[in-house]
């Protein structure tokens, strides 16, 4: 198994433009999530999914969109970059009934 | 809302023990977990605690005191692979939605 994979690594985008960071998991997990991670701050949701076609906002879901149409892949949208999203994003997964999450290695974003 | 309070950083030797706290405020509260994340690093689970008492798996332990919003962490025998970041979470219900809201993380520099 993969477990969870993201792309890409790294990536730097000027304001005002949208891209998509990609999140998957070969786990056939129902739960998947979508943090971000900021220097002094701990990590934080953006939006969440219970399952494939089913997702909410979670605690700064501002500026940004997600999709679920498979099990498989969760990817976040970015609509029109702004300098206050410069962050480490982390996709995770869970399996209904567990409490434990796996994290994705992160998506290093910067926008200038 | 809640509020998730650890030390910012802390050293220790190789071969000791050291306890990283974490006190946190909460309603609604459902259990708390502890994840590691080394520099750079998604975050990997190491516990979730639910009820009150001390767990113990191999080296690391995990204490909760749900009366007074109260954790430990507790490494023994450290190696200096155990410098990371270690991160204390909280999952309460929400308004029907089970959060997780992380603290900022303490950063453990194991020195020999």
């Given at each position: ?12 985008l ?27 701050m ?40 702004a ?6 994003y982390?996709?995770?997964s ?19 | 809302?809640q ?42 689970f ?26 430990y ?15 204390c ?17 303490t ?6």
């Amino acid at each position: 198994n993969a477990g969870v994979t993201q792309t890409p690594k790294f990536q730097v985008l000027k304001t005002g433009q949208s891209m998509t960071l990609q999140c998957a998991q070969d786990m056939n997990h129902e739960y998947m999530s979508w943090y971000r991670q900021d220097p002094g701050m701990g990590l934080r949701l953006i939006h969440y999914s219970v399952g494939a076609g089913i997702t909410d906002q979670g605690e700064v879901p501002n500026g940004y969109n997600v999709s679920r149409s498979t099990t498989e892949d969760f990817p976040l949208r970015l609509l029109s970059a702004a300098p206050s999203q410069t962050s480490v994003y982390f996709c995770a997964s869970r399996t209904h009934g567990s409490y434990e999450q796996y994290f994705g290695p992160g998506t290093r974003l910067t926008v200038t | 809302g809640q509020n998730i309070d650890q030390p910012t950083e802390m050293t220790a030797t190789e071969g000791a023990i050291v306890q990283i706290n974490c006190t946190y405020q909460t309603s609604g509260f459902n259990g708390l977990f502890w994840y590691q994340q080394h520099a750079g690093e998604a975050p990997t689970f190491l516990s979730y605690n639910v009820l009150d008492g001390l767990e113990e798996k191999g080296r690391f332990s995990s204490f909760l005191s749900r009366s007074k919003g109260y954790s430990y962490l507790l490494l023994k025998e450290l190696q200096m692979k155990d410098s990371a970041s270690y991160l204390c979470a909280v999952r309460a219900d929400s308004g029907g939605y089970q959060k997780v809201t992380f603290g900022i993380g303490t950063k453990l520099q194991v020195i020999p």
